[in-house]
């Protein structure tokens, strides 16, 4: 739970601010909106998530597995891009904010020569982005030596930040008590303001959206699941109904308190709580000492949550793109992954100028969008499994959050914008790292079955001839067609032929374990085998061949009648294509050795 807390709970550092900022009085109604959203809507998402992907893959693995091929792919790599924002901003946001309690601590600010006030600009200007960029390149360091220790020290971190926050917030909540007219002015605003006590509800309907950036953490939730010991779903349910239930409270009280007790002035850019709301109620009630150990509190845990988000940004890109293809082999290393990392997030910094408050609505957008699409993946999953009632539910679930992802994607575009940025890059990196990588083998493994031994076994000084087919065309008079042709073209003796076959399920593919099946069809000796490209398992399946049987094999194949480009983008497509000469390049570039190489023949 604190793994998780590092991302969840440390919304606290910012988001009471924010949400004043983004609905001012009405933020504690509106809050209270967020809270059941939470506890019925995501929440009940997630648990089902659980259940589903108990490994820990989420939200997007189980869309993959619901639409496969390739419409299954471009909705991972669209929704990888919303992720990338969602950590990229966790990563700039957290910095930025820890930037803002250094910068706005008074001792510091007395070392600055600036008041509180002007070290909110001081936290915005060249000054405050050099310090934000010089937490991002930490950040960077900690990673291009290791992170194993450093993430040990969450637990510790989430459970001190969390009780000095019930601390400022039970003090807040004391002073609240013994002056009963604050809360009842700010009542009788918001009743002048609106009127109506259900208009007051209602408006606080329509702005919650505002306030999306207390629905963060519950991938991360599912995302620890391998963690868990003993009954992983369980565990991982009682973990996010106690972090939504412990955040649920704060954020409720933690909104309460800062709208009522802080000027509504000091929440503007150049105001003492702008982005740390709880920070200004500390030194207001606390004392300074108390007050600047929770601004060194909740730097730290900002930091870990921008150190959480940098891996889960690298186990995305390991656990998604290589698995697809789409990654160049670099990414594979962890260390030049962190460098093109920390570069993007100082770009992202730059753009947004250092401030929290700018890039609190491409948070929210990432956040929505990832919370929608798990709610769409269980409404989906509910429905082909027969559970109307549950498919129904989770369809009013996905509604919500579509209304809040759209309200606040239209309110605050920025989000959008960012996230178009990543999918863009995401699918030209993955498009052209696939072309690069299209004569690799693309085969984890290759495994014969006895029938197909049996096939194969013979001297090693006799050559293994094999005439690759089409499997979708098995007559017999196909099978005699394609072997005349072989011995006309070629002067094959026809005596010990094997056909090779190689069907294609999913092009999308970009490798898997080769299984080859032994057959006779129509009298003829057969090799059956199914795999994501025809060449690269025509490649993968000769070598396998080479190896098991000591005998060379040569490919026997004829010319495609077909414009080039096209072929070419067939066989991107459809793993089809130019078979021959795809099939002398990927073994050319799996077998450097000239004499051990598979002949490949094309007439």
Not at 170 to 183: D, F, I, K
Not at 447 to 473: S, T
Not at 544 to 568: C, I, M, Q, Y
Request: hydrophobic share 50%; glycine share 10%; net charge neutral.
């Amino acid at each position: 739970m604190c793994l998780t807390g590092v991302d969840y709970f440390s919304t606290l550092g910012y988001q009471p601010a924010l949400a004043a900022v983004a609905a001012g009085a009405i933020a504690p109604v509106a809050t209270i909106v967020l809270v059941l959203v939470t506890l019925c809507g995501a929440l009940p998402v997630y648990r089902r998530v659980a259940r589903e992907s108990p490994n820990g893959t989420g939200s997007l693995a189980m869309l993959a597995a619901l639409f496969p091929h390739w419409r299954g792919k471009l909705i991972v790599l669209v929704l990888l891009g919303f992720v990338a924002t969602d950590f990229m901003i966790t990563m700039t946001l957290s910095a930025a904010d820890a930037t803002a309690h250094l910068v706005e601590n008074p001792a510091v600010a007395r070392m600055l020569g600036t008041s509180e006030s002007g070290a909110t600009r001081v936290g915005e200007g060249p000054l405050g982005i050099v310090i934000t960029i010089g937490f991002l390149t930490a950040l960077a360091l900690v990673f291009l030596r290791g992170f194993a220790e450093a993430i040990r020290l969450a637990s510790v971190l989430v459970a001190l930040f969390l009780a000095l926050n019930a601390v400022v917030i039970a003090v807040s909540l004391g002073q609240l008590a013994a002056q009963p007219p604050v809360v009842t002015d700010w009542w009788s605003t918001l009743t002048t303001q609106h009127g109506d006590p259900w208009l007051v509800v209602a408006i606080a309907l329509l702005v919650f959206p505002k306030l999306a950036l207390g629905l963060s953490g519950f991938e991360t939730g599912v995302a620890v699941m391998p963690q868990i010991r003993g009954d992983r779903i369980a565990g991982a349910r009682k973990l996010l109904a106690t972090s939504a239930a412990i955040m649920s409270v704060f954020l409720v009280t933690s909104s309460l308190v800062t709208v009522t007790l802080i000027p509504a002035s000091a929440f503007g850019p150049d105001g003492e709580a702008h982005g740390r709301a709880l920070a200004y109620l500390a030194h207001q009630y606390l004392g300074e000492g108390f007050g600047s150990v929770y601004d060194a509190t909740t730097i730290a845990i900002l930091w870990f949550a921008g150190a959480s988000a940098l891996a889960g940004l690298i186990n995305v890109v390991g656990r998604y793109l290589p698995h697809y293809g789409m990654a160049p082999a670099w990414t594979r290393a962890t260390r030049p992954l962190v460098l093109v990392l920390l570069g993007v997030a100082i770009l992202v910094t730059l753009a947004f100028g250092g401030s929290v408050e700018a890039q609190g609505g491409a948070y929210a957008t990432g956040v929505l969008v990832l919370i929608c699409s798990a709610a769409l993946a269980v409404t989906v999953s509910a429905h082909r499994a027969g559970h109307r009632t549950a498919a129904r539910v989770y369809g009013g679930i996905t509604a919500v959050f579509a209304y809040t992802a759209g309200a606040n994607i239209i309110e605050r575009p920025d989000g959008i914008k960012v996230a178009a940025c990543f999918i863009a890059g995401i699918l030209v990196v993955s498009a052209v790292s696939r072309i690069a990588r299209s004569t690799e083998l693309r085969a984890t493994a290759v495994h014969l079955d006895d029938a197909a031994r049996g096939l194969v076994a013979g001297p090693a000084d006799q050559p293994l001839l094999l005439i690759a087919h089409d499997p979708r065309d098995c007559t017999a008079e196909r099978y005699r067609a394609k072997l005349s042709h072989a011995e006309a073209a070629h002067g094959l003796c026809g005596a010990g032929a094997i056909f090779l076959e190689v069907s294609v399920p999913d092009s999308s593919e970009f490798e898997q374990e080769l299984m080859v099946h032994g057959t006779h069809r129509h009298g003829y000796p057969v090799l059956e085998v199914s795999g994501p490209t025809v060449p690269n398992a025509l490649a993968a399946v000769a070598l396998s061949l080479r190896d098991a049987s000591g005998r060379k094999p040569h490919l026997f194949f004829r010319w495609t009648e077909g414009n080039p480009v096209l072929e070419g983008l067939r066989f991107f497509l459809l793993g089809e294509g130019e078979i021959a000469a795809v099939t002398r390049e990927v073994l050319r570039a799996a077998e450097h050795d000239p004499t051990r190489r598979p002949w490949v023949h094309a007439a």
